[in-house]
């Protein structure tokens, strides 16, 4: 039980850096697919909020948000 435990909180140590580096390629991707995108007014300005919020939350290190807010974005524009 101890080694599983071990195994967990180690687990957990390496995920904060991989979702933290994850972001501004998430970012970059929005950003690329902005320069094209075909929404109303509506949507654009949803994806333009999304993003920016997931800049806010991956600045102040909370990377899991900022993945899931960038992923909102992402999935109005029809990109993974």
Same mark, same amino acid.
């Given at each position: 039980?101890?080694?599983?435990?071990?195994?967990? =909180? @180690?687990?957990?140590?390496?995920? *904060?850096?991989?979702?933290?580096?994850?972001?501004?390629?998430?970012? =970059?991707? +929005?950003?690329?697919?902005?320069?094209? =995108? #075909?929404?109303?007014?509506?949507?654009?300005?949803? @994806?333009?909020?999304?993003?920016?919020? *997931?800049?806010?939350?991956?600045?102040? *290190? #909370?990377?899991? =948000?900022? @993945?899931?807010?960038?992923?909102?974005?992402?999935? +109005?524009? *029809? +990109? #993974?």
């Amino acid at each position: 039980m101890k080694k599983t435990l071990a195994t967990a =909180a @180690v687990l957990a140590l390496f995920a *904060g850096p991989a979702f933290a580096s994850s972001c501004p390629k998430h970012m =970059a991707q +929005i950003d690329e697919a902005l320069k094209t =995108a #075909n929404l109303s007014d509506a949507q654009m300005a949803e @994806v333009k909020e999304l993003r920016a919020e *997931g800049e806010q939350q991956h600045k102040a *290190g #909370n990377h899991q =948000a900022s @993945v899931d807010t960038l992923a909102k974005a992402k999935a +109005i524009l *029809g +990109i #993974n």
